[in-house]
């Protein structure tokens, strides 16, 4: 989903922590599509598309190219969380 106009990063972050949420930081789409990809076992593509055109709001996509992916404890499978959590 691409971000709002006007919310920004910090925004984005605040509101997710304060819903019990934790956020993973990307540096590009390409960089988020490369990482889930690999845990959902399919092609950087597809997964560009979902976090792209996803309607959950998971996937925050900014206009400086980072992206957000915003996890609430539910949807994904642990390692995925857990590789995140180490890359950090």
């Not at 997964?47 to 996803?54: L, M």
């Amino acid at each position: 989903m691409k971000a709002v106009k006007g919310f920004t990063k910090e925004d984005y972050k605040k509101e997710c922590i304060a819903d019990g949420g934790e956020v993973f930081e990307f540096a590009s789409i390409g960089e988020a599509a490369e990482s889930l990809a690999s845990w959902m076992r399919c092609t950087e593509k597809v997964a560009e598309d979902g976090i792209r055109n996803g309607t959950n709001c998971d996937w925050i996509v900014f206009e400086d190219g980072s992206v957000f992916f915003r996890y609430y404890g539910r949807n994904y499978g642990e390692e995925y969380i857990k590789a995140l959590r180490d890359r950090a």
